[in-house]
């Protein structure tokens, strides 16, 4: 088993293009003629509020990589520029963002906005505008389905949820509930958790709603304290509560979730009662003791490249350390410049396609996620249960936090 010292938050970017686009049976070079302003990557996240760190995470990736084909002469001879939207996690200013640069006719493709509720809301403008778009923190496992013009990096709500059940399985877990916020995201969650228990052997012994305004979990804790295992919340700040109603109540069994415990912001609100919390999630192999040759070349070159550019940041009660970026929102950059070299174009339409039908290999996208396959249009079935990785915090006797690798292709 290894382990691993703390990891980087969520993301997202967006991307522009050339003034003048180019057909798709226009050359390269015809392309580069016609460039005359930045291609403009926009991105639409908080960067004010409690989550601020997060859309600053995203521009940092993002700008990395965009610095990175700059230096190599742009793409399709364009520079290309990062414009940033903070939405401070207001619906309002969310959908507003996103109309703003789906109206920009410079902009060629846009980042944002995470998280499955915000992105719904906004997903069917991005359709009609026919206007690329990346997402790296949308788990909504029908959120992008049928959709031409949207592509992912992050499993979805089914994909962990099945990756972390049959990890319980196998860890002798037989019942499971969950405790998180009455949303359309938990109803999916119970659903997804339910039939994943059914195929693994688990009894789903139902979910406790929270209110996201609530100071305490201890009637939801009381109700499923039986449970061998509680799923919950992907929110940070709402699973630290839960967390911490756990010790305070005393519950011997598991608390386990999805990516959102990945951050450390989660240590931050839950103290130790975090401590042995098991999430699904994508790799983290930079933390871990894989030496950094051993590990996939662009997720080791970008990782390098963030912390030599930008540094990391250290929880002030924790002491968790992450980087200050995200390589998934690095693999947003990496695959649209392929798919527009491969289109030879900026059109949306050929892009999209030449997207839908890149192949990369692991050694070549920043998070490895996947072995480089986009989960373009809700398509995951090239993806299995198998190929997430399975992580617990581990609070030392030394007072550091450390997340151990439980499972995963490389453990």
């Not at 949207?150 to 099945?162: C, P």
């Not at 009455?182 to 039939?195: P, Q, R």
């Not at 911490?244 to 990945?262: E, H, P, R, W």
């Not at 290999?361 to 090239?382: L, R």
């Amino acid at each position: 088993m290894k382990k691993i010292a703390i990891i980087s938050a969520g993301l997202v970017l967006a991307l522009a293009a050339c003034s003048s686009s180019s057909s798709s049976s226009e050359s390269a070079a015809t392309a580069a003629a016609k460039c005359e302003n930045p291609v403009t990557i926009g991105i639409n996240e908080p960067f004010s509020g409690p989550f601020g760190f997060y859309g600053q995470f995203v521009a940092n990736s993002v700008q990395l990589e965009a610095d990175a084909i700059n230096a190599a002469g742009g793409l399709l001879g364009c520079q290309i520029k990062v414009s940033t939207r903070d939405n401070g996690l207001d619906p309002a200013k969310v959908v507003g963002n996103t109309t703003e640069l789906i109206g920009d006719a410079s902009v060629n493709m846009v980042m944002g906005p995470s998280f499955t509720a915000f992105y719904d809301a906004v997903s069917a403008q991005y359709e009609e505008a026919k206007k690329l778009n990346c997402q790296i923190a949308v788990n909504g496992t029908d959120s992008l389905k049928d959709k031409a013009y949207a592509f992912r990096i992050n499993a979805s709500s089914k994909l962990t949820s099945e990756a972390l059940v049959k990890y319980l399985a196998s860890a002798g877990i037989k019942t499971l509930g969950a405790i998180y916020q009455n949303n359309g995201e938990s109803l999916t969650f119970d659903k997804e958790l339910a039939a994943a228990g059914a195929a693994n052997g688990i009894k789903w012994v139902g979910s406790q709603y929270v209110d996201p305004t609530a100071t305490s979990h201890a009637a939801q804790i009381a109700k499923l304290k039986s449970a061998d295992a509680i799923f919950i919340d992907p929110q940070s700040g709402v699973a630290a509560l839960t967390a911490d109603a756990a010790k305070k109540a005393g519950y011997k069994g598991l608390l386990v979730g999805n990516n959102g415990l990945q951050g450390f912001t989660y240590v931050e609100g839950a103290g130790d009662a975090a401590n042995g919390s098991v999430f699904a999630s994508n790799n983290l192999g930079s933390y871990t003791a894989i030496p950094t040759d051993q590990q996939p070349k662009k997720y080791a070159e970008h990782t390098a490249g963030i912390v030599a550019k930008f540094g990391v940041t250290t929880g002030p009660k924790s002491g968790v350390k992450m980087i200050n970026g995200t390589q998934q929102a690095a693999d947003c950059v990496v695959e649209w410049a392929a798919a527009v070299n491969a289109a030879k174009s900026f059109d949306a339409t050929a892009v999209a396609e030449a997207w839908r039908n890149l192949t990369l290999s692991q050694d070549e996208v920043p998070s490895a996620v996947g072995g480089g396959v986009n989960f373009a249009g809700g398509n995951e079935s090239w993806n299995k249960p198998e190929q997430m990785f399975i992580y617990k915090w581990v609070h030392n006797t030394d007072g550091s936090w450390v997340v151990e690798q439980i499972q995963g292709p490389t453990a």
